[in-house]
């Protein structure tokens, strides 16, 4: 698993403090020490240190490498409910109503990456995605010149019967059920960028259709087209294809020949869905038939690292998110320093 194996070490090589809310769930916890033990993050739970001692007894973990913050007796708190507060009060949230909402450890948690006390923050094992991308959205915000939250899932194919070997970003998969064509090129702008932080990769964009390079005529097409258009009118020189079925995306050979034009060249490690369903389809299919490994999903178009996870997510699951977190919050430092 190269791709996946260069996540684990640039996340070892900068840890960054990573901030999880669930701690009463023994998966969370495993995850969290296990990320803490291999130094991937500097890890923060957000929780009653009862709470952390009572699940760790109950499932024989060491926590001690884990940093117990809770709201209840922080110091942080009083200030994070300001922070919040400010944030929220021309949406009608009342001082009281911070000062009750900052004691939830999900919202405790983002208002720390918010105010710096964080690097990113990973919550859903126990709280559902709705919960999770509303909080992310209200405390953390879009990045700049991003209107649309979507997800991906990063596809690992390393197994000896996999044709195509290494990484790829699936997305979105998992929250924009239906995106129009401008959706739908911010979606897969997004994915770019991810391809390029979590691969290594220039990101080789395939806009995935029925229709190859117009072979059917359809509206669900012409919205296909259209967002990749987009695209290219914003990154001039990128490489994607328009509207391409799956296999022209992947082989090369079937590329050649159906459109030889290609810039992705069935080469794609970028695979855009035209809505939710196809997307959740397609990563399911890959993982439970093709034997890939799925980690996600994953956030993107906020302003800072916040990511889901799956309530039937596995320790491992959430270690690796730990260290895509890690390593988006580095690729967020360079941005914000290039920027400054």
């Known amino acids: 698993m190269k ?65 117990v913050v809770d709201p209840a007796s922080s110091p942080l708190t009083k200030s994070l409910a300001q922070a919040l507060h400010a944030l929220r009060e021309g949406k009608g949230m009342t001082r009281e109503q911070a000062d009750a909402s900052v004691l939830e450890p999900l919202c405790f948690a983002n208002m720390m990456v918010r105010e710096g006390y964080a690097d990113g923050s990973v919550a859903g094992a126990v709280n559902t995605t709705a919960d999770v991308v509303r909080s992310a959205i209200q405390i953390l915000g879009l990045a700049p010149g991003t209107t649309l939250v979507s997800s991906f899932f990063l596809m690992m194919m390393c197994k000896p019967f996999h044709n195509l070997k290494g990484g790829m970003i699936f997305s979105d998969c998992g929250l924009v059920i239906d995106p129009d064509a401008t959706e739908l090129a911010q979606i ?126 596995s320790v491992d699951d959430i270690y690796h998110v730990i260290a895509v977190t890690t390593v988006q919050a580095q690729a967020a430092e360079q941005r914000a320093g290039a920027v400054a």
């Not at 159906?258 to 080469?267: F, H, R, T, Y």
Request: glycine content about 8%.
């Open 3 to 67: 791709a996946l194996n260069q996540i684990l070490l640039s996340a070892k090589q900068s840890p960054r403090r990573i901030v999880l809310c669930e701690a009463d769930d023994e998966r969370v916890l495993r995850g969290a020490a296990k990320a803490a033990e291999a130094g991937i993050a500097r890890v923060i739970m957000v929780a009653a240190a009862d709470t952390i001692a009572a699940t760790a007894a109950r499932c024989g973990v060491d926590a001690s490498p884990i940093e």
């Open 188 to 313: 897969a702008l997004a994915a770019a960028d991810s391809a390029e932080v979590l691969l290594g990769e220039e990101p080789r964009i395939a806009m995935l259709s029925f229709s190859t390079s117009g072979s059917a005529r359809h509206e669900h097409v012409d919205k296909v087209r259209s967002a990749a258009q987009d695209v290219k009118r914003q990154r001039p020189g990128i490489a994607i294809d328009e509207d391409v079925q799956l296999d022209a995306a992947i082989v090369a050979d079937i590329a050649e020949r159906k459109l030889p034009d290609s810039k992705v060249k069935g080469k794609a490690n970028v695979l855009i869905f035209p809505t939710l369903e196809a997307g959740n389809i397609g990563y399911k299919l890959a993982e439970r038939i093709g034997g890939a490994e799925a980690i996600g999903p994953l956030l993107q178009g906020l302003n800072k690292p916040a990511n889901d996870l799956s309530r039937g997510c």
